[in-house]
């Protein structure tokens, strides 16, 4: 940074650029939620073209098993859907305090190197 931006300056910069390192990681953990509301969209519309005798099989880590009950793994994939779909608009509600946060940082930066400029020239 510039050595003559006050110390209240540099302050509010080093603010910014820690709300748009939490901007980036609010924005890759929400795009990863959407690719998990997908994926299990994909699943659901699948199983229902699977019939009721034919064997279904869930992935566990490396080990796949057998799903006895086609209705409850349907019920458990609708319910991890729903939860992702809160965590979603969760994370959409902290995307938007970050960017307004942000925006009032930007304001002040603006406001203040204007002053500081206005002082020094």
């Known amino acids: 940074m510039e050595p003559n931006i006050s ?12 709300l748009e390192l939490q901007l980036e990681q609010v924005a890759s953990q929400k795009y990863q939620m959407e690719l998990r509301v997908k994926e299990i969209e994909k699943t659901l519309k699948e199983l229902e073209s699977v019939g009721e005798t ?7 880590g490396g080990i796949l098993y057998k799903v006895e009950n086609k209705s409850k793994l349907v019920s458990d994939l609708q319910e991890q859907k729903e939860l992702a779909e809160i965590r979603i608009k969760s994370m959409e509600k902290q995307q938007k305090n970050i960017e307004d946060k942000y925006k009032e940082i930007e304001e002040s930066i603006r406001k203040s190197y204007g002053e500081q400029g206005n002082k020094v020239g």
């Open 7 to 18: 110390a209240y300056l540099q302050g509010k910069i080093k603010q910014a650029q820690q």
């Open 54 to 60: 034919s064997p279904i099989y869930r992935s566990v």
